[in-house]
């Protein structure tokens, strides 16, 4: 009997949370939800999110809030693991009542929570989740409450790619990616694609699984087929690993990846293993508009705090909840996501505009970076802005 109850009780508070189409409570601070790696080998992009939001949120209540209300972040470590993504995320629409979700960083997190945001009603704003099945899903059909700031991999894909032919000239390329990895997957389907498309040869193409760190038989097989660039399309651990197996092998191609490898962690661990490689990036680091950020960031959590591309992206969808929350007039996420397609924002990684299609920000321009080493040091500079030719 007692056990019944408890079913009962569960039962209740769905459907009340179904009824009132998701949670944002009329009263009190307007909760804004967060989720992310704070433990394992992603923590360093989560802990930065966090604190960005953390920081924003205090410069924005120390304005007078949203409202007339103070904000509040609630946030919980998804450990990098799906499992507990959508743990989380049950948490924050069904006993946080949050107004909306942001993040995760992760492609696959962000694709296993969509299910949990529709039946709340209550948008996910991913920040760094490229993969396209983020937000539409492989039939076409709309993930209702999913929303992401970033460009997604087809782009990105596309972008690398035709850097790679159109602007380096280059016929012959590789391919090492991790086999388990929604990200990586879509990210090389697309370079390869538009390799081809723009004439190339994919001369390699070689697969690893999640957690490897010995890459040597893999690049051995790429060093025979002599390509000019290999796109390691994954994080900046593996990046890193696989640089420096790379280079001690005697591959002197160059190297390319995109939004998962800028980090300080990447810098330090691949050092002058990276030297030349390209990043296709969502900004310049040194764009001025990034300066009091960065200023920011750095007076509040020291001087040698790295700040991650994370910083930019969960900034920028700070700016997207909080104009859709003014928009709506409410905290109730069912209106708070029903505002995410009515507003626009100018952030610090373009102007975003998400489409009613397919959720994703329309017009985004990449940033292609490249690695330098000077003086015992790895860096990130700016090359250009730049949109794929094919």
Known sequence: MKKLLVILLALVM???????????????????????????????WGKCESQTLEMLIEQKNAEGGLLGRQLELVKYDTKGDVNETINVTKRLVSQDNVAAIIGPNASAGAIAMAGVLTQAKTAGIATVATNPKVTVNDDGSLNEYSYRVCFIDPYQ?????????????????AVLYDISSDYAQGFRQFFVETFKKAGGTIVADEAFNSGDTDFKPQLTKIKKANPEIILLPGMYKETALIANQAR??????????????????????????????????HLDYNDPEAKPLQDAYHEKYGADAGIELNA???????????AAIEKAGTSVAEKVAAALTEVEVKGLTGTIKMSTENHNPDGKEAAIQKYTYKNGKADLVFVQKYSPEV
Do not use: R
């Not at 939800?33 to 433990?39: A, R, Y």
């Not at 930019?312 to 909080?322: I, K, P, Q, S, T």
């Open 157 to 173: 894909g596309s972008v690398a790619a035709s850097y790679a032919a159109k602007q380096l000239n280059f016929s012959k390329a």
């Open 248 to 281: 001690d092998l005697g591959i002197n191609a160059v190297l390319m990846g995109g939004d998962g490898w800028p980090s300080e962690k990447l810098n330090e661990m691949a050092g002058k293993a990276i030297e030349g490689s390209y990043v296709v990036n």
């Open 312 to 322: 930019y992206m969960a900034h920028d969808a700070f700016l997207v909840v909080c």
């Open 14 to 44: 769905v459907f009340s949370m179904a009824a009132c189409g998701g949670g944002g409570d009329e009263d009190g601070p307007i909760k804004i939800g967060w989720l992310g790696p704070l433990t394992g080998d992603q923590a360093v």
